[in-house]
C-alpha cells in the first residue's frame, strides 16, 4: 500500500531544504549559513488541497535575483553583518586612502576599527548601488535538480491520479 500523500510530502522536506542548501552552496553564496538555516518547510492541508510552504530569510529575494544597478543602497548593517561573515580584510583602510587624485596615501590619523568597518560598508553598499548584484536563481536550480518530477510521480501513485504541483515561496 502507498504511503498517504501527507506522509509523503512529509518525507520531501528535507529533500527540499537539501536541495536549496545545495545550490546556494553551489553558487557560493553560504557567507554565515543563515540563509540555509533559515529554511523551512511547511505543509498545510485544506478540504481538497495541499499546500507546500517554503520560507527562509528575507534577504533570499536579493540572493535569488540579484539587485539591479541604481537601486536602493543595501542597509549598512547588513553590510557590517556581510563583512564580518566573509572575513573581508579592513585594516588597510585603516591606515591608507586615496587622495584627490585617486593616488594611494598613507592616513595621517589611522582610522578606528569601527569607522574603518562602518567606511568599508558604506563604500561596498555604494558598489552593490551602483553595479547591482548578478542573479543566481538559486531557488529554479533547486527545483529543476529532479525532486519535483520525484514528487509528484508519488503523490500521483498514492492517489492513484494525475496531480499538478505547486510550490509557494514566502
Excluded at 478540504?47 to 535575483?65: C, F, L, P, Q, R
Excluded at 529532479?146 to 510550490?167: C, H
Amino acid at each position: 500500500m502507498a504511503d498517504s500523500p501527507r506522509k509523503i510530502l512529509e518525507n520531501y522536506k528535507q529533500i527540499i531544504i537539501d536541495a536549496l542548501a545545495e545550490s546556494l552552496e553551489k553558487n557560493n553564496k553560504i557567507a554565515s549559513a543563515g540563509l540555509v538555516q533559515s529554511i523551512e518547510v511547511n505543509i498545510k492541508a485544506f478540504a481538497t488541497n495541499m499546500v507546500i510552504e517554503v520560507s527562509m530569510a528575507d534577504y533570499w529575494k536579493y540572493v535569488d535575483g540579484g539587485r539591479k544597478k541604481g537601486s536602493k543602497q543595501p542597509p549598512l548593517n547588513a553590510m557590517l553583518k556581510h563583512i564580518a561573515n566573509r572575513g573581508i580584510d579592513y585594516k588597510k583602510l585603516q591606515t591608507m586612502s586615496k587622495n584627490s587624485k585617486g593616488v594611494l596615501v598613507k592616513r595621517k590619523i589611522p582610522l578606528t576599527k569601527e569607522k574603518a568597518l562602518k567606511t568599508l560598508a558604506f563604500l561596498i553598499g555604494r558598489k552593490i548601488k551602483s553595479t547591482g548584484i548578478k542573479p543566481t536563481n538559486f531557488v529554479n536550480e533547486a527545483m529543476e535538480s529532479g525532486f519535483m518530477n520525484d514528487l509528484t510521480r508519488d503523490m500521483s501513485a498514492a492517489l492513484k491520479r494525475e496531480i499538478v504541483l505547486d510550490l509557494k515561496l514566502q
